[in-house]
């Protein structure tokens, strides 16, 4: 959340806080940088999309699926982890082996420094207050900055890897995601082993699968889980930045002109909002039944300390949440259960769904037990809109009523204690 007071107006800021494009939007947001040199670990480009570089992202995802398929490294590491190190030696391509590090080690590097700079750039757009459309209208799509819940984002990326992204607004990411979700899972004869596994015929679910493309699996699972619940708590914190600056701009506008004189039988009447259109349509309203623009007061109340959240809320999403380390662990555990499922009675994919389960709750209680003094489960719904509207007594059940059809949480009519001289 931005720190800084709007300045000016008329300011042209140097640094982009974000960008909405007819293929989805993107935003600065300083992200943790050892989260994205993990992500690049597991498989290289998932760092850079973690990022928000998308197109840098896609072309190491591609050249790994290539040049590792090319290699039968994935087998070769399943091999060496169930100790056939013989086999492991055998099936490895040592030429397509050397052409591969080189292009993992920059993945990592790069994913790590991108996120330093990308945190040095959110930074100096806070100083300048950049501005951040809200929507964008094209002939292929309607791109809108909105708010949307994380944890359905997550759900249906469960459900299939790219329908979180696309939930989330992100059309490229998601299309891509989605159409190589399915061409992994058709070269791993994925679909058949899940359907003989939901069967109990755990031997012919084992022996159908191919090892080399079914290794690619869990990383991309989970990752697409992950990604589509970031994803939405950055478009959330976007939109939260943009009516931030909206409403300061307002204010600053209205302030420069000449202040109304006030009649005696006047009022005022304080509401609070959480961040949502609604702000921006009771202001209409009020302005339409007759209240000044000038006597609208509407402006974000300042957050005194950020919290650490076990899971952020469509109401709060400026506080840090645990589950990077809840799902690095459970990318882990789904990986080693997958292995070691060809060699165990319910196969990998039981054990691979096991071994994210597991892996997230014993990752998640990590991170509970390193920051039990400052965490809490959920992240607290509080009211980040203050607006203050001064009129004639006679407006009052109108303004109360146009309060309660835009979602305001509260509402106060200030008591007249000082009666005018007559």
């Not at 359907?195 to 991309?220: E, R």
């Not at 589950?323 to 690095?328: E, K």
């Amino acid at each position: 959340m931005p720190h800084q007071k709007f300045q000016s107006t008329t300011i042209k800021p140097r640094y982009a806080k974000g960008a909405l494009s007819t293929f989805g939007a993107n935003s600065v947001y300083p992200r943790i940088p050892w989260v994205a040199a993990w992500w690049s670990l597991t498989f290289p480009g998932f760092g850079h999309v973690y990022l928000g570089r998308y197109l840098p992202g896609f072309i190491l995802i591609i050249w790994e699926l290539v040049v590792n398929t090319q290699a039968n490294l994935n087998m070769g590491i399943a091999l060496s982890m169930l100790g056939k190190f013989e086999e492991a030696k055998a099936v490895l391509n040592e030429e397509w082996i050397l052409l591969y590090m080189g292009a993992y080690i920059f993945s990592i590097w790069d994913s790590y420094r991108s996120s330093v700079e990308i945190g040095k750039s959110h930074i100096l757009s806070e100083v300048e207050d950049a501005p951040v459309g809200p929507s964008i209208v094209s002939a292929f799509d309607i791109i809108i900055v909105d708010k949307k819940k994380p944890w359905l984002a997550a759900i249906w990326s469960t459900l299939s890897p790219g329908l979180g992204q696309l939930y989330s607004g992100h059309t490229i990411t998601g299309t891509f995601i989605l159409a190589w979700w399915i061409f992994v899972t058709y070269k791993a004869n994925t679909i058949g082993s899940w359907f003989y596994s939901s069967i109990g015929n755990f031997p012919i679910a084992t022996a159908m699968v191919d090892w080399q493309w079914f290794l690619f699996l869990p990383s991309m699972y989970a990752f697409a889980i992950y990604q589509a619940y970031a994803a939405v708590n950055e478009n959330n914190i976007l939109y939260d930045i943009e009516q931030l600056r909206y409403l300061r701009v307002r204010d600053e506008n209205l302030a420069q002109q000449e202040p109304n004189t006030l009649e005696n039988d006047t009022l005022q009447i304080i509401a609070t909002f959480e961040h949502s259109p609604f702000v921006e349509m009771a202001i209409h309203d009020i302005e339409s039944i007759g209240v000044p623009p000038k006597n609208i007061v509407a402006l974000p109340l300042e957050n005194l300390e950020a919290e650490t959240n076990i899971i952020d809320s469509l109401h709060r999403v400026d506080g840090r949440s645990v589950l990077d380390g809840a799902m690095v662990s459970g990318t882990i555990f789904m990986l080693l259960g997958t292995i070691y499922g060809f060699v165990w009675y319910w196969g990998p994919v039981i054990w691979g769904l096991l071994g994210l389960v597991g892996g997230f709750f014993l990752g998640l209680i990590i991170e509970i037990a390193f920051h039990k003094k400052r965490i809490k489960l959920f992240a607290s719904r509080k009211s980040e809109v203050f607006m203050q509207i001064t009129c004639n007594s006679s407006m009052k059940e109108h303004l109360i009523k146009v309060l309660k059809e835009r979602k305001a949480n509260g509402y106060l009519v200030i008591p007249q204690r000082i009666t005018p001289d007559t």
